[in-house]
């Protein structure tokens, strides 16, 4: 066990793809972890019977190292205190099970579903808040034995003693106090031998030399049933800090069991994980810069203090905002790497940078380049609705004098437009608007000035002679 060095962690259940919310609370951790020279551990949390675990682990795994996440101890880097993944560490939860059985702090229990549901339904009828009499800790040595005898299935449950106040200092939350008399004795090993989440969960925090925990506060209700347990197994209770949920825009918490919308989704759409990481480092928490962050800028300035303490809601026009922030800061090879097959197929390597230079203002994601690429250098210019009207508006005049224009420019946009203005006396919209309209197909788009010089004279000429076409 290592005592001491500051730890966080991330511990998900590998049943399915990571969301935001799961992924913002793996970077609280590790911004905490990275902002006071601590370490951040991941560890899998994987002792439910639920198939797809290994998938699930490999992709939650890319997912955080994708987003610059690193961990210090946990799978594949390995570390001190391993393995790190709970199926493979059951022998040590029966370990310490066996430690509270022969502290007599927890004995087998054969109640039924049906038996508990009706107990349940009683304390509601009475007005109590449902939690377990302690019937089966009263049963004698021969009881049990016998129940044995008979294959009963049984849940091992952790006894509670009444009476007791648990209190502890939450990071977020300020100060906590639960009564034990609420709680009741709990299940620690469910009826097929598996371990129950909290149980490992506390156990693995505590052997692993975890110093602070934090975790969404849909676990604050397991919270003092892990000080207890940690208690009783004389094991170092950490620090916890609960944050509030992500929730949607339905109010309703993100979840996996919902379909929320996945990492590696957002991935896949070109999303940027400085993007991300400055979306989701100011999700329900304030940093008083308002420009894009590096990560260690971000760890540095990260503060619990700073924590929201209501629910935070997923807003992709925010994320947007990063994603633009952070479009802006690619160089030049990453943003290349970034456009994708399409465009580095598209645009000759002697323009890479005037490309970039042009579009990089009016793209969010590798599609805007992708269709800026095939604007600029595809041979076939497909015009949108409001490009032909721009077209026929201007009408046959105005190509026909625009042909010249351009002979006169060549790839010089002022040039050709400054000619145009001679030749057909407009200026302003009614000049720009149709000319962009023939020469990219669309009516709005990065400057003319940086997209002619790209396109060339030949390419100008034939989408000139295509919209003068177009006016007949
Ligand atoms: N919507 C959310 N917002 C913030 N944190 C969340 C959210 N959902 C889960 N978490 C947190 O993510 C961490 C990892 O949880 P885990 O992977 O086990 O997900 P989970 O609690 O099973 O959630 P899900 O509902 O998505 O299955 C936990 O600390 C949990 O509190």
Known sequence: ????????????????????????????????????????????????AVRGHDRY??????????????????PDVGGPNG?????????????????????????????????????????????????????????????????RARALPATLRFHVADGRTVEFEDGVRG???????DIGDFVIRRSDGTPAFFFCNAVDDALMGVTLVVRGDDHLANTPRQILLLEALGLPVPTYAHIPLVVGADGAPLSKRTGSRSLAELRAAGYLPAAIDNYLARLGHTYEEPGLLSHAQLAARFDLARV??????????????????AVKTLSADAFWRWAGGETQALVPASAHDAFIAAVRPNVLFPVDVARWARVVFGDELALSSGAREAIADAGRS???????????????????????????GRSGKTL??????????????????????????????ARLVRALAHTR
């Open 1 to 48: 066990m290592t005592a001491g060095r500051f730890k966080t962690r991330f511990a998900p259940s590998p049943t399915g793809l990571l969301h935001l919310g799961n992924v913002r609370t793996a970077l609280f951790n590790h911004l905490l972890a990275r902002g006071r020279g601590g370490a951040f551990l991941l560890r899998i949390e994987d002792t439910d």
């Open 57 to 74: 682990a490999a992709a939650l795994q890319e997912d955080l190292a994708w987003l610059g996440l690193a961990w210090d101890e946990g």
């Open 175 to 181: 100060a906590q106090r639960f009564q034990t008399t």
């Open 308 to 325: 929201h303490h209501s629910p935070a809601r997923y807003d992709e026009t925010q994320l947007l905002h990063w994603q633009r922030e």
């Open 83 to 147: 393995p790190y993944a709970q199926s493979q560490r059951g022998e040590l939860y029966e370990r310490y099970t066996r430690v509270l059985e022969a502290r007599e702090l927890a004995y087998p229990c054969f109640c039924s579903e049906h038996e508990l549901k009706m107990e349940r339904k009683a304390q509601l009828a009475a007005g109590r808040p449902p939690r377990y009499s302690g019937r089966c800790r009263l049963l004698s040595p021969a009881e049990i034995e016998a129940r």
């Open 398 to 424: 105005f190509f026909e004098a625009a042909l010249p224009a351009l002979e006169e420019g060549r790839a010089s946009f002022a040039a050709v437009s400054g000619a145009l203005k001679i030749r057909t």
């Open 432 to 461: 720009f608007k149709p000319l962009r309209a023939a020469l990219t197909g669309e009516l709005d788009g990065p400057e003319m000035a940086h997209l002619l010089p790209l396109i060339g004279y030949e390419r100008a000429r």
